[in-house]
């Protein structure tokens, strides 16, 4: 069955997809409710899933894995995708904006410092990438299409910029621990 769903798939034949479908949703499914604990975001990505499938059908490469197992690596990673993104979209009210770094979370008070002035101040380079995975969502994927930057590039160049902000928060963090010990 997986061979006949492979050629169909390569080939683009639309009955792969409903093969597909049929076969693989509901593992496919669980794995990225794992991920997301939440059913309608689960569904969106299970879609988005067989969506690049489709798409990405043809260079799948049957000596790398099972099929099952390459879209399994499509959910996950999209489903840790939208994470990252939903991280990033937290609500105005909360005083909390999170830091992703190398699968690290750290929360950072927004009333004690402003994340986007620290980000202002770096090199151009690095700034865009920050602007762009954190602030906007992009994948690294996407920013390698809209840059033309090779992706070990844009990590090295996020984990300098991270290391940077960091060393700025602190010495920003120290001077506002002393302006409010001044005030008491």
């Given at each position: 069955?997986?061979?006949?769903?492979?050629?169909?798939?390569?080939?683009?034949?639309?009955?792969?997809?409903?093969?597909?479908?049929?076969?693989?949703?509901?593992?496919?499914?669980?794995?990225?409710?794992?991920?997301?604990?939440?059913?309608?975001?689960?569904?969106?990505?299970?879609?988005?899933?067989?969506?690049?499938?489709?798409?990405?059908?043809?260079?799948?490469?049957?000596?790398?894995?099972?099929?099952?197992?390459?879209?399994?690596?499509i959910a996950r990673n999209s489903a840790i995708d939208v994470?990252?993104?939903?991280?990033?979209?937290?609500?105005?009210?909360?005083?909390?904006?999170?830091?992703?770094?190398?699968?690290?979370?750290?929360?950072?008070?927004?009333?004690?410092?402003?994340?986007?002035?620290?980000?202002?101040?770096?090199?151009?380079?690095?700034?865009?990438?920050?602007?762009?995975?954190?602030?906007?969502?992009?994948?690294?994927?996407?920013?390698?299409?809209?840059?033309?930057?090779?992706?070990?590039?844009?990590?090295?160049?996020?984990?300098?910029?991270?290391?940077?902000?960091?060393?700025?928060?602190?010495?920003?963090?120290?001077?506002?621990?002393?302006?409010?010990?001044?005030?008491?």
């Amino acid at each position: 069955m997986e061979q006949k769903i492979l050629l169909l798939l390569q080939s683009k034949n639309e009955e792969a997809i409903s093969l597909l479908y049929d076969k693989y949703s509901a593992s496919i499914y669980g794995c990225i409710l794992r991920i997301v604990h939440s059913p309608e975001i689960a569904e969106d990505i299970l879609q988005e899933t067989f969506v690049k499938a489709w798409r990405y059908g043809p260079s799948y490469n049957r000596t790398k894995g099972r099929l099952f197992t390459w879209l399994h690596t499509i959910a996950r990673n999209s489903a840790i995708d939208v994470m990252r993104c939903n991280a990033w979209k937290m609500s105005k009210e909360t005083c909390a904006l999170t830091c992703i770094s190398d699968w690290k979370i750290e929360a950072i008070n927004a009333e004690v410092i402003d994340l986007r002035e620290l980000v202002g101040k770096l090199d151009p380079k690095y700034r865009v990438l920050i602007e762009l995975i954190y602030f906007q969502g992009y994948t690294k994927e996407q920013i390698e299409q809209e840059l033309g930057i090779k992706t070990g590039t844009i990590k090295n160049r996020l984990r300098a910029a991270i290391k940077h902000l960091r060393t700025n928060f602190d010495l920003h963090s120290n001077e506002e621990n002393i302006k409010q010990k001044n005030r008491i």
